[in-house]
């Protein structure tokens, strides 16, 4: 089925990124993953690849196969990862048997607080620290949902043939997290931080303006008009996008 395969392409390729800026900004887990040398390779049957790798306190997570897993988990398809994500379904371990207490007590432990960043509620947000993370988390979610979402999703695909090409920034300020989303040939490729010359902008004023906006708590409109949202360039780019990032919500929330 087509929405599970994005989904889960979804859950793998951009809710597991993540665990990247978990490991650099939480300082739990950071602690927790200080001393972790281990790579996870998540292989679906018809559906995504991809790996996270911890090493010298420093957490990557990529699409693709890694070489020489320490450990290989295995899925009989998209909704059978979807289903683990959902918390109701286990992998099937291939490789690294010896890895298996580390999956079940350790490894839990930052996928859990992930979820805990990634499932906010109105009194979790009151907290600073919280909300800077949860944006920051929404924000790279957003950007790499973007590619998978313009590969398979149909109406998504109408949006990036519509897009031309060039680079659109997003970065929350005055000194928050950014990242950016760059049309080529009606594909679209996501990765976080800043660039040079960028052919358009989406800034948003601070943590709070940027969290409303991205989980559809304010209207783009009004905060525009409010000069809360800046959004300026190449026209094309910035509205398709907006398009697309409107039907995220579609598949994951």
């Not at 928050?176 to 990765?191: D, R």
Request: hydrophobic content about 40%; proline content about 4%; glycine content about 6%.
């Amino acid at each position: 089925m087509l929405d599970e395969l994005i989904k889960s392409n979804l859950n793998l390729y951009a809710v597991l990124k993540n665990l990247e800026d978990l490991v650099a900004y939480d300082k739990e887990t950071a602690e927790l993953a200080k001393n972790w040398n281990i790579s996870i390779q998540f292989t679906v049957k018809n559906g995504p690849k991809a790996y996270v790798a911890f090493k010298n306190g420093v957490c990557t997570v990529d699409r693709g196969k890694i070489d020489s897993p320490s450990v290989i988990l295995y899925f009989t398809s998209p909704a059978h990862l979807n289903k683990m994500f959902d918390g109701k379904a286990n992998p099937i371990p291939l490789k690294g048997f010896t890895k298996l207490g580390f999956l079940q007590k350790e490894f839990p432990k930052a996928t859990d607080k992930l979820t805990y960043y990634l499932k906010p509620t109105d009194e979790l947000l009151k907290n600073e620290e919280y909300l800077k993370l949860n944006t920051r988390f929404t924000l790279t979610t957003a950007a790499y949902a973007t590619r998978e979402l313009a590969e398979f999703d149909t109406l998504s695909k109408i949006s990036a043939s519509h897009m031309g090409e060039g680079t659109v920034m997003m970065r929350v300020l005055p000194d928050g997290p950014a990242v950016n989303i760059t049309a080529k040939k009606q594909h679209l490729f996501a990765a976080k931080g800043m660039v040079d010359n960028p052919m358009a902008f989406i800034t948003m004023k601070n943590y709070q303006v940027a969290n409303d906006f991205l989980n559809g708590k304010i209207d783009a409109y009004t905060a525009i008009t409010a000069g809360d949202i800046v959004m300026y360039g190449q026209i094309p780019l910035v509205d398709n996008l907006s398009l697309i990032l409107d039907r995220i919500s579609h598949y994951i929330s």
